[in-house]
């Protein structure tokens, strides 16, 4: 009985501790949802009458459609320059014979990861100066493209340490010259791992803010104008643009999740 | 039919400073099922990758049959070859179907689209997995995996098709199965298969020809029948099945035969040309071929010993027997026999199946043996002609629509019981 009593305590914790997280991972962003539906500009409680328009006027705010368009156009070809050189990268590690060799090359590979963002911003920004490359879009995306590069390596670096080595030998074997081998093995066999860290790619560069701003020129990401929205105080507006950020974000991850795992069991 | 489809010549392989092949000459013969047979580590595997091309050897030449027969092919890539490989994991592409994985080889040929699934039923029928085009291979079971890693390797019809331990993934009764399936599909499609197995009843079951390795070097090569009853080295004697090995006095010897000498017994033996009198030598005699007498009184007509241990075997029963100066030897007897646990008995030997052995050494495979036309004669009955229709029908890539594998097996088996049926009457 006691036993018993015991068992059931442990299991009340253990439910307790999840929906402790869950809420104070949820409330917060269930309150900027919520105020965004407040009729008065004020920002706060109580709630008083509800109303759409916020969104109204965000899907009007010309500045905020294009600066949304502007990150996702960002997201996209830094994603692509990531999954290249991140491809490339980590099949070139693979190449290594030593063990030691292999995680020392890895290692090097995920520095722009674990950079602290704003000494990576700072960095970053000297040296485009250095290479005269001018603040800007092309600076933005190859800056997003090194930050997401390491997931990619990563993930397909994972993926390619569990590729069975029969399977390129059977494929020469078959008369499958280099590049043959490559696109119809190696690429299907990395796809689940390539989709995935390309997900978390475009979300990554979505969602980055330090990097944004300070290699942007004139043209802003949605963080940056977001930012720079606040500094005239938190509206309602900008509660609108972050549920609404929110929710086709989650959306992408849930999809990107979904897709990467399927493909793997595949 | 009996030139050869590939020769390794002369070959030396090391890694860093282990030499894995020692100066390796090889040479298959067309048309025929050879096995590569030794324990782990003997370097078996290596040969096939050799051929296969996955390995360069460090000095030597390595051979396969081309337009013009054999060519010189040791530094091109197994790209370039012509010969196909069943890995030992199969190896299958996890992204394609059935038909894709087999359709792989064919891509770049240049082959019409009609072809190319004209070749790919054919195929399935073939390997008997009619209709399973489109499953994806995490669908299908071991054996049926197994028969697609085949069809896979035999699409793009090479003269040589090199197995590494196929069947070692599978469970004892499907094994028996794949075993005869492999025996036909290769008297079915004529072509050279090479298997490396470290299961000696797998290599009897299959082969026309083994070739018994260990360290690096060929100990033995021949049809399975010789390898038993003539094994020519230690190793071939202890590895094939049970032996006694005998160290006996040489008597005196000529170019007739000789007469060993084994604890006071006389063995006889036809093959003495290599001996000198009264030096020693070791003679391999299998359990069966060792009888055991009552002991009457002390009246010994063989050489007196005590059973140690009976195993029952089913269709006979294996004594081990300790004999006057602590020698042991095995010996096979009827399972009805009444010897038990630490009786008496004499021991002799049927003099006639004495092997000497380490004294004849020929590793080279001359030819398919006469045995192997035989075989096929004898196995096929009457369809020589037909066999040889349908190699060709294969290797001109049409199927011919003629009875399955099934229907194949059920020829045999009837083409036997024939014979039999005639041998009675």
């Known amino acids: 009985m006691v036993a018993l009593n015991a068992e059931r305590v442990r299991r009340a914790l253990l439910c307790g501790f999840y929906w402790a997280f869950i809420v104070y991972l949820a409330l917060p962003l269930g309150l900027i949802a919520l105020v965004s539906f407040k009729q008065t500009p004020i920002v706060g409680f109580p709630l008083g009458a509800l109303t759409g328009r916020w969104y109204g006027t965000v899907l009007i705010d010309v500045e905020m459609l294009r600066a949304f368009a502007y990150s996702v156009l960002v997201a996209l070809a830094s994603t692509v320059l990531a999954v290249v ?112 860290a390309a997900g978390l790619a475009a979300l990554t560069s979505f969602d980055d803010f330090l990097r944004s701003f300070f290699l942007s020129g004139y043209e802003v990401t949605l963080p940056v104008l977001i930012y720079g929205r606040l500094r005239s105080g938190l509206t309602p507006e900008i509660n609108a643009v972050a549920t609404l950020v929110l929710l086709v974000t989650a959306a992408a991850g849930l999809v990107v999740e979904r897709q990467t795992r399927r493909a793997s069991v595949q | ?138 669908q299908l079971s071991g054996g049926q995996r197994q028969r697609v890693a085949l069809a896979r390797a035999l699409a793009r019809d090479p003269p ?157 029963t294996l004594l081990l027997i300790e004999l006057a100066r602590g020698e042991t030897v095995l010996a096979s007897t009827s399972p009805t026999d009444v010897y038990t646990v630490g009786d008496g008995v004499c021991v002799a030997i049927d003099t006639t199946c004495v092997s000497i052995l380490d004294r004849l050494h020929s590793p080279v495979i001359e030819a398919c043996p006469a045995s192997f036309h035989r075989g096929r004669e004898r196995t096929d009955g009457l369809d020589v002609e037909r066999a040889e229709g349908l190699r060709r029908a294969w290797q001109e890539g049409v199927d011919s629509g003629d009875a399955g594998l099934l229907d194949f097996v059920a020829l045999r088996t009837a083409a036997r019981r024939e014979r039999a049926a005639a041998r009675k009457g």
């Open chain 2, 1 to 138: 039919m009996s030139a050869s489809v590939a020769r390794l010549d002369r070959v030396s392989l090391d890694y860093g400073d282990l030499r894995v092949l020692n100066d390796f000459t090889l040479d298959l013969p067309a048309g025929c099922f050879v096995t590569l047979l030794g324990p782990s580590g003997c370097g078996k595997t290596t040969i096939l990758r050799l051929l296969g091309g996955f390995i360069r050897p460090t000095t030597g030449w390595v051979w396969l049959s081309g337009r013009n027969g054999l060519a010189d092919v040791t530094h091109l890539p197994p790209e370039h070859r012509n010969v196909n490989m069943v890995f030992q994991d199969y190896a299958l592409f996890p992204h394609l179907t059935v038909a894709g994985n087999i359709t792989f080889g064919l891509r770049r040929q240049g082959l019409a689209p009609d072809a190319i699934r004209a070749t790919v039923d054919s195929l399935l029928t073939l390997v008997r997995l009619d209709g399973l085009g489109g499953r994806m291979p995490d």
């Open chain 2, 160 to 316: 040589l098709l090199l197995l590494d331990e196929p069947l070692g993934a599978l469970d004892a009764p499907l094994r028996a199965e794949m075993q005869t399936e492999l025996r036909c599909l290769q008297r079915r499609t004529g072509k050279t298969f090479l298997l490396v197995t470290h299961d000696q009843a797998e290599a009897m079951a299959v082969s026309d020809v083994i070739v018994v390795i260990n360290d690096g070097r060929i100990e033995q090569t021949g049809t399975p029948e010789a390898l038993y009853s003539r094994p020519a080295t230690r190793f071939v004697a202890s590895f094939l099945g049970e032996n006694n090995i005998l160290r006996c006095k040489v008597d005196h010897a000529n170019s007739n035969g000789a007469t060993l000498v084994w604890q006071g017994q006389n063995l006889v033996t036809a093959d003495g040309q290599r001996l000198r009198s009264d030096e020693m030598v070791e003679v391999a005699v299998r359990p069966e071929h060792v009888r055991c007498i009552p002991c009457v009184n002390g009246r010994a007509s063989g050489v007196m010993g005590c059973v140690r241990s009976r195993t029952f075997r089913g269709s006979s």
């Open chain 1, 85 to 196: 050189a991140g491809v490339w990268t980590a099949l070139a590690i693979a190449r290594a014979r030593q063990r030691s060799l292999r995680a020392a090359l890895l290692c090097g590979a995920v520095v722009p990861l674990v950079t602290p963002g704003v000494v990576h911003a700072i960095a970053l920004r000297m040296f485009i100066r250095g290479i005269d490359l001018d603040p800007g879009p092309l600076a933005v995306i190859l800056g997003h493209a090194i930050h997401a590069a390491p997931y990619v390596v990563i993930m397909v670096a994972v993926r390619l340490s569990v590729m069975p080595p029969r399977l390129i030998e059977a494929a020469r074997d078959l008369g499958a010259g280099a590049a043959d081998r490559f696109l119809r093995v190696t690429l299907p066999w990395l796809r689940p791992a390539i989709l995935g």
